[in-house]
């Protein structure tokens, strides 16, 4: 593969055009990325790569996971219903007194909302604060209170007193079965487009890796395992918040993995070079000297 920089484009931001020759393909490319340099231009594109292959990679697994993390909800959900009936059976003709009747909506609501919250978790952090973003969006500013979902059931059920308390206990024991499509349509797009993602961005990783000096190939797999790892951090945490959060899914979804994690292999590459430089620096205050080795990691910054 040749490359060769075309030019310094303006911009608010310093860009370089790079000429990607592939001679298999017998093709030209022509990308724009950021830079001032062909240096800085071909290093971007290498953190793209090692970006790319962590967000396919939990893409891939997020695709494998969530229908089962959804079937086990499901699950616990069925025996929460059972568990509010065989309440709802025990106290009878208890529920007549509003006062009582307030304690046990209270119970189910609060016992609907634990659950909620606990089956998100598998989702990782983007799961967590996806989930919170949708309850702030449909229930109003706190989220899943009780005090909203009261609000929520007067909404909705504006006649006898009786009529809008069984709907909130009765909406304690049922699934949302939008949001079960939107996982399940998410899973399946996850679960093709991941590998798809991955083997992109682990191929331009390997050729850099292969087409690289032996002595800096160690390094080289440092850093990118850096870049991997950030870009499946911010993946997963994106994909989590706009699917639970918002209800994104398809090829949209996709990109929006992609995207962040592109930035986050960007950002994993980066706080390796901090950690590397601090190393140094502290090698140099503790030694006095610094070794070849201790620069490895700058022979390939631009």
């Given at each position: ?21 592939d ?10 990325v ?9 290093r ?67 016992q ?20 919170e ?49 939107a ?10 487009g991941?590998p ?33 790892t ?13 699917l ?37 620096v ?6 006095g ?14």
């Amino acid at each position: 593969m040749f490359v060769r920089a075309v030019e310094t484009v303006p911009f608010s931001m310093p860009q370089i055009s790079i000429m990607i020759d592939d001679p298999r393909q017998r093709q030209c490319y022509q990308v724009t990325v950021p830079g001032r340099t062909e240096e800085e231009g071909m290093r971007f594109l290498e953190m793209v790569g090692s970006g790319a292959a962590g967000a396919g990679l939990r893409m891939t697994l997020a695709g494998a996971t969530l229908p089962t993390i959804r079937r086990q909800y499901y699950a616990h959900l069925e025996r929460l219903s059972q568990e509010i009936e065989a309440r709802r059976r025990a106290l009878g003709s208890r529920l007549d007194d509003p006062a009582e009747h307030e304690k046990f909506r209270r119970w189910a609501s609060g016992q609907r909302t634990r659950l909620a919250r606990l089956w998100r978790v598998p989702g990782d952090a983007g799961g967590v604060i996806g989930g919170e973003v949708y309850d702030w969006r449909r229930y109003g500013p706190g989220g899943r209170t009780f005090n909203n979902l009261e609000r929520r059931a007067a909404a909705r059920r504006p006649q006898a007193q009786p009529a809008r308390n069984n709907y909130l206990v009765n909406k304690a024991t049922q699934a949302n079965p939008q949001a079960t499509n939107a996982v399940l349509r998410a899973a399946r797009y996850l679960r093709y487009g991941g590998p798809v993602v991955f083997l992109a961005g682990a191929g331009a990783s390997a050729h850099e890796l292969l087409t690289a000096a032996p002595e800096l190939r160690p390094e080289i797999a440092r850093r990118q395992a850096a870049g991997a790892t950030g870009g499946a951090v911010l993946s997963g945490l994106a994909i989590g918040i706009a699917l639970v959060g918002f209800g994104v899914a398809g090829p949209a979804l996709i990109a929006v993995g992609l995207v962040a994690g592109i930035a986050g292999g960007i950002v994993g590459e980066q706080l390796y070079y901090a950690w590397s430089s601090t190393s140094v620096v502290d090698g140099l205050c503790r030694n006095g000297s610094i070794t070849k080795d201790d620069l490895l990691p700058y022979a390939m910054v631009p």
